[in-house]
């Protein structure tokens, strides 16, 4: 079935420090994959998404490449700031169809330290 | 982006009682919505598929006599706890996909639900 596989954390980093959240998975066919932010309290927001192989999705300076080959999608961040601390969700939807529900990893928590 | 309202944010009720919690989408319709229950070390779990004029699909292991879902019209689903126990409490969170196309998911807000 599909499943997807992220990196336990939680990952402490200080302020300015480039960040990578490891994300693989497996899926039939050829899935969307997104990476979702959850902020305390509150529910989950985009991040960003790739569609198809080789694409890039990013977002406040966040991104992650859709790499087929080591079915992986690992959210990187050049310079980390405190606002980014928040628990982060990797996920794939194997169609992109309303009627389809987005499957997830179990989360990163991310602490930004200044 | 569409936006999915969830309501209430927060709820504290006693053992035995029921609790609604409606999910709305608020600029597009939504023939499918999604039911998740947050567990404390943040997994996701998909509790049901919830389809507008027809039964939800329940997924394994989930109780549908106590998590009853409806979704009378294209805009809205409800989710109600019956009878509901302390190990009920969790973190709930609606999600809908544009019917209209697009690939990602919009999320509402969630609901902490506390049995007490």
């Known amino acids: 079935g599909n499943s997807v596989t992220q990196m336990e954390g939680p990952v402490t980093l200080s302020e300015e420090a480039f960040l990578t959240i490891n994300c693989t998975y497996t899926a039939t066919g050829y899935p969307s994959l997104f990476w979702y932010v959850q902020y305390p309290g509150e529910g989950l927001q985009l991040l960003l998404k790739a569609t198809k192989a080789d694409d890039k999705g990013s977002n406040k300076g966040f991104e992650a490449t859709y790499r087929k080959e080591t079915t992986s999608f690992h959210l990187e961040k050049g310079s980390v700031q405190v606002s980014d601390s928040a628990v982060y969700f990797c996920a794939l939807s194997a169609h992109n169809q309303a009627g389809t529900a987005l499957i997830f990893g179990k989360g990163t928590t991310l602490s930004v330290s200044s | 982006g569409a936006v999915v309202s969830q309501h209430p944010s927060r709820v504290i009720c006693k053992s035995g009682t029921s609790v609604k919690i409606e999910c709305r989408s608020l600029d597009f319709q939504a023939t499918t919505m999604f039911w998740y229950r947050q567990f404390p070390k943040q997994s996701l779990m998909l509790m049901a598929t919830?389809?507008?004029?027809?039964?939800?699909?329940?997924e394994q292991g989930v109780e549908k006599d106590k998590f009853l879902i409806n979704h009378a019209s294209l805009t809205l689903s409800t989710l109600t706890v019956t009878s509901a126990h302390p190990e009920d409490s969790s973190f709930y969170i609606c999600?809908?996909?544009?019917?209209?196309?697009?690939?990602?998911?919009?999320f509402g807000q969630g609901t902490r639900l506390t049995v007490v």
């Open positions: 919830s389809n507008e004029g027809s039964k939800a699909t329940y």
């Open positions: 999600s809908a996909r544009d019917a209209g196309g697009g690939s990602e998911a919009f």
